[in-house]
């Protein structure tokens, strides 16, 4: 406690010191300050006085009527003495005359001075130039006047005033050694010797004065001169510094006394005070560690010591009684449930915090309700009942009833309560719990049991109605199987009696087309003929819808050459395309392989029916065909398909509509088109087993494009022809001329990827220019029809402009098939090749074998070159009209025909005589194909005969049916109808 009073009596005095240290030191700095800017606005004055008698005397200088007489008699050495009588006052101030019309400048001085700045003063006079900087780098004020006579200017005046040499810089020194300095720039500059001064600014004092700091070392205050613009005082604060210094060292004894005055005070006082006071802080310490103690008063002299002890004696009575208070509370608030105190009339008088807890309200809040008024209004009369029995004395001493929380929920509650007496007065003492979770779990559990049961009778009827509900299903399915056996069956039946008469009818015109017939006869057999093929593929495409839906329809996966597939679906489509005048391109990305492995019947189908959909919907312009293909994992590849034309389009509401079974874009487009409206439905099925997906969508230029894309796997093997050509075409130089960009574009791809270098230009003049930018020249490929012009024609210009020898030239057909030209014309013109048309990648890679690769004749087709040899040919057929058409078909060929009409009969025949080739109808009466073949190769497994090659028959052309065909023995298998070449070959095939 001394320690504490006596620093309090340090801090005091220092406080006291340092209060008068301070007033001292700002006292100080006031009256420093007030110097500075005295000393300040007296320099400024001085220098604004110095200038202003420069200016006056050179005034005076522009008045002197001798120098005027002098100027104008033109004579210099008066000129010169009466400079040098002005020199003299004041100092520092150099005089210069320039007469009119003469360049040579009199000065008062011999010094080196600024002659660029004297004169310009002098030619424009009369100027100012207050404080400028010279070419030497001090800062100098140019005056200049004119010198009149009378009303004539004779010449001029001027004045140089530089305040380094005019004493005002010894002024400064004696006076504190200030500095002036010259704002201008942004920049500050000594002003006497011109030099750039680095000052950081610091606070600022007033409106003229603030503290810098020069050259980061020394401090000092910078006094700002109104009178003159740019002109600042500068003056170190070393005197301040000292004038502080020593004040404090002067202020230390006094500090000193006052402090050892206060020291001696405190140490009287705490003797007087601090012994009560340590008896009464002792006594208070023990009775915080827990020692029950009296206060003894010791009777101190001083008033307020006595009194502290009377009022600590009183606070430790109290800290008693509240000390048990708080063991009672703490007992009391710490209970899990709402306990209450409450009068006979329901009014609370105690409760603990679980009040909050429970029901929301505050202590305060619901010592002013009474418990009937958390009790909803119903159950308030049971309430009053049960109470009074409590308080008379009864067997119920627990009750449970809803209270009202003040969120205005409902709980549940159970209350426990007993009579007592508190505070005089007889009470209920009260234990609510709330037993909300349990009441709920309580009707949980009852609703569920009554669901339980609920549920058991209900799973008794439906276990009942199940087996019943079983039964039928096992009916349906069962009558769905036999539904589906005899469409399967009728499907069977109605392909072979469909396809027999239409082969007779289909085989019967080509044949009659071929005798000789009138032009109007030959009419006629066309359209039947046409008609006939119509509704043949009006039949297939029904039969292979119904085949999908019924899910009979198998893919097949073998091994197929895309680039072939592609050529026969040109082929196919190109006739319908020429005669429409329509431009048709069955392109094949370069990237793409030519062997895959997948359906190749069914991806021709898709392909036929979106390119003659394009067709028929086109009237003009172009259908494109472009097919690429992407690698997938694990050796899938997915080949996208798109065909665009430029037709009528798709309504936007029907790109969907047009897949569906028999429908088409609207009723006009089917009356005005025709067509059934099944080939994009059979389309998008089969694209739809080939896990792909199909599209249509319009072109923003006009016409549709349909998008499918397909999944087949990659071949093991490579395209043998792959290596053939890329080693003819490597190296090789091609031009090509064709008027449609897509047609060469495309050629240039694929001689691109091959190896070659292509160029594609759009006719012969602009092949002349590629031909002389071009070093050689190896292949000609040039359209049989270059817009109104003949191709031929273009090749001997194009022949003409070489200067090497002539190429190769390769044709492409204008029109279905190969070159229209005779194949003398082209050999006139040197054409070695021909493309037919449409051009496609399998086209252009035959073309450039044959035109760069000797032919090889392992590769030529032998079947064209085999020689007919006499043949028997047994024929098993039902149908005459079928019998005959085969026999016409094999008229005028060496083989022989024995015809039977059923199975049984064509058995018999075969057994008596030798026949080398059998043509077994599958569906015929008394003995089937498949019985009558079986028979035939037991009689020759019998006999030890060799087999004899026995080919079906038969108007259904699936997987599944040729494997029939050949379980029962037969060697090979023809779809109906049969063409006449498809006949030939076969039977060239199984008897050569």
């Not at 009696?497 to 000789?516: C, K, Q, V, W, Y």
């Not at 597939?565 to 990305?589: F, P, R």
Request: proline residues 3%; hydrophobic residues 40%; contains cysteine.
């Amino acid at each position: 406690m001394v320690a504490s009073i006596c620093g309090i009596a340090l801090i005091s005095a220092l406080s006291f010191g340092g209060v008068l240290s301070y007033s001292y030191i700002k006292s100080l700095r006031v009256e420093f300050y007030d110097r500075v800017s005295a000393e300040g606005e007296g320099h400024s004055i001085e220098v604004y006085s110095f200038l202003n008698r420069a200016m006056a005397r050179l005034s005076e200088l522009g008045r002197d009527n001798s120098i005027r007489v002098t100027m104008m008699l033109g004579v210099d050495y008066p000129l010169a003495e009466k400079l040098t009588e002005y020199d003299q006052v004041p100092p520092g101030v150099d005089y210069f005359i320039l007469r009119k019309g003469d360049d040579k400048i009199f000065s008062s001085t011999s010094q080196k001075y600024d002659e660029k700045i004297v004169r310009e003063a002098l030619n424009h006079s009369p100027s100012r130039s207050i404080l400028c900087r010279s070419s030497s780098g001090k800062f100098i004020t140019v005056f200049s006047v004119p010198i009149r006579s009378r009303s004539q200017i004779v010449g001029s005046a001027a004045c140089v005033v530089d305040l380094s040499r005019s004493g005002i810089d010894s002024a400064l020194q004696s006076s504190g050694g200030g500095k002036l300095f010259l704002f201008t720039s942004g920049k500050a500059f000594d002003l006497m010797s011109g030099k750039e001064q680095e000052l950081k600014m610091g606070n600022i004092i007033s409106d003229k004065m603030l503290l810098v700091r020069l050259d980061r070392n020394l401090g000092g205050v910078l006094y700002r001169s109104a009178l003159v613009p740019g002109l600042s005082y500068f003056t170190s604060d070393t005197r301040l510094n000292r004038s502080i210094t020593r004040a404090f060292l002067l202020s230390l004894p006094l500090l000193a006394i006052v402090t050892f005055l206060c020291l001696l005070i405190v140490l009287i006082l705490s003797n007087k005070l601090g012994k009560p006071l340590r008896v009464i802080s002792d006594a208070a310490e023990d009775i915080s560690k827990g020692l029950d103690l009296d206060i003894q008063a010791k009777g101190s002299c001083i008033y307020e010591i006595n009194a502290l002890e009377k009022s600590l004696s009183s606070m430790l009575e109290s800290l008693r009684k509240t000390k048990d208070l708080e063991e009672y509370q703490f007992f009391f608030d710490n209970v899990g449930d709402l306990v209450c105190i409450t009068d006979l009339d329901g009014l609370f008088w105690e409760t603990n915090c679980q009040v909050v807890t429970l029901l929301g309200y505050s202590r305060e809040e619901l010592l002013g309700k009474t418990f009937f008024e958390l009790i909803p209004a119903h159950e308030r009369s049971a309430l009053r009942t049960v109470l009074h029995d409590i308080l008379s004395g009864g067997l119920i001493d627990s009750f449970e009833c809803p209270m009202v929380t003040k969120a205005g929920l409902t709980i549940h509650c159970e209350v426990r309560s007993r009579k007592i007496v508190y505070r005089g007065a007889d009470v209920l003492l009260s234990v609510v719990r709330d037993v909300t979770d349990r009441k709920l779990d309580e009707e949980e559990l009852q609703r569920y049991a009554a669901e339980l049961l609920g549920a058991k009778e209900v799973e008794e009827r439906n276990s009942a109605h199940l087996s019943e509900t079983l039964k039928q299903l096992e009916e349906a399915i069962a009558r769905v199987e036999v539904a589906n056996q005899t469409k399967s069956e009728f499907l069977a039946q109605m392909s072979h009696e469909i396809r027999t008469p239409m082969n007779s009818i289909l085989g019967m015109a080509d044949m009659l087309r071929d005798t000789a017939l009138s032009s109007e006869q030959k009419s006629y057999v066309t359209i039947f003929r046409d008609s006939g093929k119509a509704l043949l593929a009006l039949i297939d495409g029904i039969l292979d819808l119904s085949k999908i839906e019924s899910g009979k329809l198998t893919l097949e996966k073998a091994p197929f050459n895309l680039d072939t597939l592609v050529d026969e679906v040109s082929g196919i489509m190109s006739v319908t395309a020429w005669k429409k005048d329509l431009i048709l391109a069955c392109h094949i990305d370069p990237d793409t392989p030519a062997i895959l492995i997948g359906d190749s019947t069914r991806i021709k189908q898709i392909i036929v029916n979106l390119l003659g959909n394009a067709i028929k919907f086109t009237t003009e312009g172009t259908v494109c065909l472009d097919i690429s293909s992407r690698a997938e994992s694990d050796g899938i590849i997915v080949l996208s398909i798109k065909v665009a034309d430029t037709g009528i389009g798709i309504a936007e509401d029907k790109a969907e509509v047009i897949f569906e079974n028999f429908t088409q874009a609207d009723s006009s487009t089917t009356r005005k088109y025709g067509g059934t409206g099944l080939g994009l439905a059979i389309t998008k099925n089969l694209v739809t087993l080939m896990n792909g997906n199909i599209k249509a969508q319009n072109i923003e230029s006009g016409g549709a494009l349909f998008t499918a894309e397909i999944t087949v796997e990659k071949a093991e093997e490579d395209n043998p022809l792959d290596s053939r050509i890329r080693k003819v075409m490597q190296g090789r130089n091609v031009l090509v001329v064709d008027k449609i960009f897509v047609v060469r574009n495309y050629i240039c791809k694929c001689l691109s990827s091959w190896g070659g270098n292509c160029i594609h230009v759009e006719n012969s003049f602009l092949a002349l220019d590629s031909i002389k930018a071009s070093e050689k020249i190896d292949l000609v490929i040039i359209s049989e029809k270059l817009g109104d012009e003949d191709g031929l024609g273009e090749v001997e210009a194009i022949k003409e402009g070489l200067k090497l020898p002539s190429p190769a030239v390769c044709l492409l057909s204008s029109s279905p098939g190969d070159s229209s030209n005779r194949p003398e014309i082209n050999k006139l013109f040197g054409v070695r090749g021909s493309a037919r048309w449409p051009l496609t990648r399998g086209v252009l890679l035959n073309a450039m074998l044959n035109l760069f690769e000797p032919v090889d004749p392992e590769f030529a087709d032998s079947a064209v070159e085999k020689e007919l040899l006499p043949t028997r040919i047994l024929l098993a057929e039902d149908s005459e009209a079928n019998r005959t058409l085969i026999e016409f078909f094999l008229k005028d060929t060496p083989f022989r025909i024995t015809c039977a009409e059923d199975g049984a009969e064509a058995v018999a025949m075969y057994k008596k005589h030798n026949y080398d080739l059998v043509l077994m109808d599958i569906q015929m009466p008394n003995l089937n194909g498949y019985e009558a073949t079986r028979e035939i190769r037991a009689y020759e497994k019998m006999n030890g005969y060799p087999e004899t090659p026995v080919v079906a028959l038969t108007a259904n052309e699936s997987a599944h049916d040729s494997q029939l065909s050949l379980d029962a023995g037969c060697s090979g298998h023809l779809s109906k109808p049969i063409k006449k070449i498809t006949l030939v070959k076969n039977i060239l095939k199984f008897t050569s």
